[in-house]
């Protein structure tokens, strides 16, 4: 007997529409989710409706659209508020900056305008489930989806397991997942997970080298794409992820781990100095 294929779960909410709320809206929505995101209203949500849009023709013009990008675009809605979401969602994905009061306050408010069954998810690459979870009233609900950006053209979904989390909701978080085309990979909670603790040891080992003269970011990165098969090197990477996420995660992950992953002062003043990488236009290289 074949197995069951998957299914995207029915209905959606995503709250935040920066470049990776809008990519995770436009992966649900392409899979057949009817999908709300929330956004601050005004510019603001129009930039977000905006991003998905550009992505789903930037899908269609590269064929990789089973159906027109504005069939797709119509399961699209955006709300000015975390109160607006659909009651009936299946799954809520958080996807606000890496601060964790923000995303606690964010979550609380999401638990109280959904049902009882809905599954809430965060998108943080660094922070603890597990002390996220401790906001809910439901923390049987909540788990960790980290998703990687682009997100459509990314094959993976970091499962970010916390101690309440139930078997069931970790089930349904695998299905979704798959039925998105992606791979999972199923971690317990724990500071940096397994992917933004390896990339970070990386990238800023990467910097310091940087800092300390030995090589040009070109070099090093060549280094880790044709030495070692990377589909990028690490310095290009921390400009397209943004250097101010990578400072966030540093920070936390000095406070959780330890002095291995303390900043370099290279990285502290390039923030410091607006050159956050592709999105500023300079980081450690420059973008058109």
């Known amino acids: 007997m074949s ?12 709250i935040g529409g920066g470049r990776m709320g809008a990519g995770i809206a436009q992966s649900f929505a392409v899979a057949g989710s009817s999908v709300t995101v929330v956004e ?37 809605t955006m709300a000015d508020s975390v109160e607006e979401l659909p009651a009936d969602a299946d ?17 609380t408010a999401a638990e109280r305008a959904v049902g009882a069954t809905t599954v809430l998810a ?51 978080a695998l299905d979704w997942t798959h039925a998105l085309g992606k791979k999972d990979l199923t971690v317990k909670d724990s500071p940096g997970f ?18 300390e003269g030995v090589a040009e970011p070109a070099a090093i990165d ?22 101010d996420v990578r400072l966030a995660i540093a920070e936390y992950l000095h406070s959780t781990l330890g002095e291995r992953f303390a900043p370099p002062r290279l990285l502290r003043d390039k923030v410091a100095r607006g050159e956050l990488g592709r999105k500023t236009g300079q980081g450690f290289y420059t973008w058109e």
Do not use: C, W
């Not at 397994?194 to 800092?211: D, K, N, P, Q, Y």
């Open 3 to 14: 197995p069951t294929p998957q299914s995207a779960p029915a209905v959606v909410g995503v």
């Open 40 to 76: 601050s209203g005004g510019a603001a949500s129009a930039a977000a409706y905006d991003r998905v849009a550009t992505g789903l023709k930037r899908a269609a013009e590269r064929g990789l659209l089973s159906e027109p990008a504005e069939r797709i675009l119509t399961r699209v």
């Open 91 to 107: 799954l809520v994905v958080e996807a606000v900056p890496e601060d964790a009061g923000l995303k606690a306050r964010v979550l």
């Open 122 to 172: 965060t998108n943080t690459s660094s922070l603890s489930v597990t002390e996220l979870a401790a906001a809910l009233t439901r923390p049987g609900r909540f788990l960790g989806m980290h998703f990687f950006n682009p997100v459509p053209a990314s094959a993976l979904v970091e499962i970010v397991v916390a101690p309440s989390t139930e078997a069931a909701v970790v089930s349904a």
């Open 194 to 211: 397994a992917s933004s603790r390896l990339g970070l040891a990386l990238g800023l080992e990467a910097i310091r080298m940087v800092e």
């Open 222 to 243: 060549d280094a880790m794409s044709l030495g070692y098969k990377h589909p990028m090197g690490p310095l290009r990477l921390t400009d397209l992820v943004g250097l």
